[in-house]
């Protein structure tokens, strides 16, 4: 069956631009998971849903980060007013519920200028 | 609280002998520990886990895992590396407490199989 996809695969935004990273999860997992992966790093939390409700998002870096999931399967994840110590690659996991094993999408790779 | 720790930044070992990468952790309760592989331009992918069960954990492609407590370490074991095992390995500790659930990855190890 298909995975976790997630669009674009690449992104290259000005200093200063918004951007919206979107992440399709598999169907009919609960649970929806966000996470930035910096260069040379470990995947790092942002943030987690529960169907539609966003129950932590203690990650997010700054109130520049948004994130939604409206009818509980696609999940936007926005940065408003991008900076260069955004560039990252942004990684959507999905499980059928909380404590279940994560599935990970390829991720988004964000490059800031 | 919680977190990993991966001993080794790379590891390089020859096709055909043992693997070892060394992960130890912290955490204030009972944890879950994973972990997971990540080969170029690819996503995650869970290699085992352990969940308060047996110690000695088994997963894909040969890969095994002792949790051991009074070490608090997790380490991951192959016997005989292969080249499509080149790879970024990631130790991963997670609790479920009070509705709250994250993964929380380590810095990870390289691994390069030389032929």
């Known amino acids: 069956g298909a995975g976790v996809s997630q669009s674009p695969r690449y992104k290259v935004a000005k200093r200063g631009q918004d951007v919206a990273l979107r992440c399709d999860p598999i169907?009919?997992?609960?649970?929806l998971f966000w996470y930035q992966q910096a260069l040379g790093q470990g995947p790092e939390f942002l943030t987690y849903?529960?169907?539609?409700?966003?129950?932590?998002k203690s990650g997010l870096p700054s109130d520049r980060f948004f994130a939604e999931r409206p009818e509980g399967s696609v999940s936007t994840l926005k940065i408003q007013r991008t900076q260069q110590e955004d560039s990252a690659v942004y990684l959507c996991?999905?499980?059928?519920?909380?404590?279940?094993?994560?599935?990970f999408g390829p991720g988004t790779r964000l490059t800031v200028l | 609280a919680q977190s990993v720790t991966q001993l080794d930044s790379h590891v390089s070992v020859s096709e055909g002998t043992p693997v070892l990468l060394r992960c130890n952790y912290s955490?204030?309760?009972?944890?879950?520990l994973f972990w997971y592989v990540q080969h170029p331009n690819k996503g995650l992918q869970l290699l085992l886990k352990?969940?308060?069960?047996?110690?000695l954990v088994k997963g894909i492609n040969g890969f095994e895992a002792e949790f051991k407590k009074s070490e608090t370490s997790f380490h991951l074991t192959k016997p005989s590396a292969h080249m499509s095992d080149a790879a970024e390995y990631f130790c991963?500790?997670?609790?479920?407490?009070?509705?709250?659930?994250?993964?929380?990855f380590g810095k990870g190890t390289l691994l390069t199989v030389n032929p």
């Open positions: 996991a999905s499980s059928p519920r909380l404590w279940d094993e994560q599935f």
């Open positions: 169907s009919g997992h609960v649970s």
């Open positions: 849903f529960q169907n539609e409700a966003q129950l932590d």
């Open positions: 955490s204030s309760y009972s944890p879950s």
């Open positions: 352990y969940t308060s069960a047996a110690t």
């Open positions: 991963v500790v997670s609790v479920l407490f009070d509705s709250n659930y994250k993964l929380t």
